[in-house]
């Protein structure tokens, strides 16, 4: 049973994901079919390129991964598949395909399937089910257009290091207020190797523990997320809302004894 997920920023209060849905299940009655998120903020790439960067891997390969976020065709973004980790990608080249791989993929196609439909505003619906179709059929996506070299590239804001901080900045609030920092673990190791940091956000001075509960309730912590980025949080409560924080917020990440 081939697997489709499906990410957009279509909402739940139209026609929309019922009709691609239907598209589906019409071509592939046993298809598995897993939301991923249809809330996307409106043609928000950062937020598109978190959820599905962070989802993704969780799928078995072969999955795939439709994307109908700021989906429209045009010259300087073609219809690309992308085969990736042993999964396939079906979405518009805006740059946003490029934000969810830790490496280079491994196949892109600018595809030269014709959709069926004479509309060209809906064209998740329209083509890439008719792709994602042909891809469970065992049709090789090399016989489905035309090999390209590389994705468009957009990169986001990355953090620095002077020596003694390092600078970052919010990516991502969840649905809890949760925050979410552009600072790996990784990252914080290697500027500081195993030495205690602690994390300061509008001159809050946040502490790094291991769990929510690690705090009282009510009171602000940070950690490391299960993606592996910092995540500033409040247990039980609405971090981004009581810290003042918003996409874009710096925050910086110090030694815990700035004198060691």
Request: charged share 20%.
């Amino acid at each position: 049973m081939p697997i489709i997920t499906l990410l957009s920023d279509w909402g739940l209060s139209d026609h929309y994901v019922a009709s691609v849905k239907g598209a589906i299940l019409s071509r592939i009655p046993d298809a598995v079919i897993v939301d991923i998120s249809h809330n996307i903020k409106v043609f928000d790439v950062k937020h598109a390129s978190f959820v599905m960067r962070n989802a993704w891997p969780a799928f078995p390969e072969g999955t795939i991964h439709i994307i109908g976020v700021d989906s429209i065709e045009s010259e300087k973004h073609p219809h690309v598949i992308v085969k990736s980790g042993g999964h396939y990608f079906l979405g518009a080249d805006t740059g946003l395909l490029s934000l969810i791989f830790n490496e280079e993929p491994e196949i892109i196609i600018s595809t030269s399937v014709i959709q069926d439909s004479g509309c060209f505003t809906f064209p998740t619906r329209d083509r890439f089910v008719k792709i994602a179709a042909m891809i469970a059929q065992g049709i090789p996506i090399e016989e489905l257009g035309t090999r390209i070299p590389s994705l468009n590239i957009k990169t986001l804001m990355q953090p620095d290091f002077d020596g003694k901080t390092i600078f970052g900045k919010v990516m991502h609030i969840d649905h809890y207020e949760n925050v979410f920092i552009n600072v790996t673990e990784s990252y914080i190791r290697e500027c500081f190797d195993k030495k205690a940091v602690q994390v300061i956000c509008r001159k809050d001075v946040i502490q790094i523990v291991r769990a929510y509960g690690d705090v009282r309730e009510g009171d602000s912590c940070a950690m490391i997320a299960s993606n592996g980025y910092l995540e500033i949080a409040v247990n039980r409560g609405k971090a981004a809302s009581m810290l003042g924080l918003t996409i874009d917020t710096d925050v910086f990440v110090v030694l815990d004894d700035p004198f060691m």
